[in-house]
C-alpha cells in the first residue's frame, strides 16, 4: 500500500507541474486532459490509502493533489469556453458539419475534442467565475480544510453549475410519498425509537409517529420540523454525526437520503458510526450496481442489507420542494433496503449474511394498517398483519415461510 501511495504523492505531483506549465503557455486542451488525468489516479489513491488504514497526512497529501488538478481542469476549462466562443463568433467553429468557408477554417466541437455537454459545463463554469472571481480555488480551498475530498461533482455544487442552478436546487428536499412509508410500515417492524436524520418537513417521522414510534429528528437544513411532542429537530450533518455506543436502546434509523455525491458516505456512515439494529433507507434500485466507491461496496458487499423490498410500480414522482413547474410521472425505480444486525455463533453482531429480494406492490398497501413497534430493541420482521387485504395477507404469509425456511 505505501507503494502505491507514494507514487501517487511523487510522481503525480510532477505530473501536476506538467499540465500547469502547459496551460501557462496556452496549451490549454493539453493541460486539460493531462490534469484530468492526475485527478483520477489522485482520487483513486486517497480512496485506496483511506480504505486501508494509510496515514492521514498520506490520505491528506493525495487529496492535495487531487484538489490542485482539478484547479488547473477548471482553469482549463475556462479557457476553452472563451477560445471556442470566439471561434464561433468569427465563423470558425460549429456544433456539427462545418460551415461553408472558402478558406476552410472551421471546426466542429467533436474535432476540438468537446462534447456539447463539455462545452455548455465549460461555460457555466466560465460564468460563475465572472460573476464571483477565485471562487473555484476557494471552493477547492474550503473541501481540503475540512479534511473532505475535492471532487468535480462538489465542486460543481459549490459554484452552482451542476444542472439546476444553487438557487433554483434550494435545499434538495424531495418529501417521500406516504405510499412508500405504508408499505414499510405495513412489512417491517422497528425498536421503540427510531431516528429520521434527514427529516426534511417530517413526512416520514409523521407516519412513524402515527404508527407509534417515538422518533428523534435532525437534518443538515433547519426546517423547524418538531415532534408531535414539540421537540424540534436538530441542525446537524449526518456525515459529521459522532458514532454511539452499542447500546441495545439505540435507535433504529429510518430515511430518505440525499442522493447525489453524499449518499454512499452517508449510508456508510450509518453502518460504520452508527450500526444501528435495524436500518431502512429508500434508495434508487441503481444502488444495487456500482463497484469503484469504497463507501458503495461497504454498504453492499461488507456489510450488505438483509431485505430489499422492490416496488413494481413505480412510486408517485417525488418532486423538489417548492417545484411550481409540470408534475410529471415518476422515471426512477426505487426500493427499500434495509439492514439488520445478526447475532453470531460468538455472540457478536454483524451486518454479514444474504440479502433476500421481494418484489411488492405499493398499491396493495393503500389501506393496510401499520404493525406498530416491536416490544424490545430486537425488532423482527412482520409477526401479525391487521388488514383483511388477501394480498398483503398472501404476501405476509411468504415472509413468515422464508423467514421459518431460513431460522
Known sequence: MSDVVAFDASGLAETVERARALLDDGDVAAARMLAAGVYDQAKAGAAFAARFGAAERLVAKARRLQGDALLIEARAKVRLADEYDAAQANGEASKGRPKS?????????????????????????????????????????????????????????????????AAERGNNLYETPPEAMRALLSLTRFGPKVWEPACGKGAISRMLENAGYEVELSDLVDYGTATKDGELQRVEDFLESAAQSEDAKRPDIVTNPPYGTSLNAFVAHALRAHRPRRMALLLNLNFLCGFDDPDRNFAMDENPPAMIYVFTRR?????????????????????????????????????????????????????????????????????????????????????????????
Do not use: C
Not at 480555488?137 to 479534511?147: C, D, V
Not at 391487521?386 to 431460513?406: G, H, I, S, W, Y
Open 101 to 165: 468557408r472558402e478558406d476552410g477554417k472551421t471546426f466542429t466541437q467533436a474535432e476540438a475534442g468537446l462534447t456539447s455537454k463539455e462545452v455548455h459545463e465549460a461555460r457555466r463554469l466560465r460564468d460563475a467565475e465572472l460573476r464571483t472571481p477565485g471562487i473555484v480555488e476557494r471552493a477547492i480551498a474550503a473541501r481540503l480544510a475540512a479534511g473532505l475530498e475535492p471532487s468535480r461533482a462538489n465542486l460543481r455544487a459549490a459554484v452552482g453549475t451542476d444542472t439546476a442552478t
Open 315 to 407: 412510486l408517485p414522482m417525488m418532486h423538489r420542494d417548492g417545484w411550481t413547474g409540470p408534475e410529471a410521472s415518476s422515471r426512477m425505480n426505487t426500493a427499500w433496503f434495509i439492514w439488520e444486525l445478526r447475532q453470531q455463533a460468538d455472540g457478536s453482531e454483524t451486518y454479514d449474511g444474504a440479502t433476500e429480494l421481494l418484489r411488492i406492490d405499493w398499491k396493495v398497501f393503500e389501506n393496510a394498517t401499520p404493525v406498530g413497534p416491536a416490544d424490545d430493541a430486537a425488532p423482527e420482521r412482520v409477526t401479525a398483519v391487521p388488514p383483511a387485504d388477501q394480498n398483503l395477507l398472501a404476501m405476509a404469509r411468504k415472509l413468515r415461510e422464508r423467514k421459518a425456511v431460513t431460522a
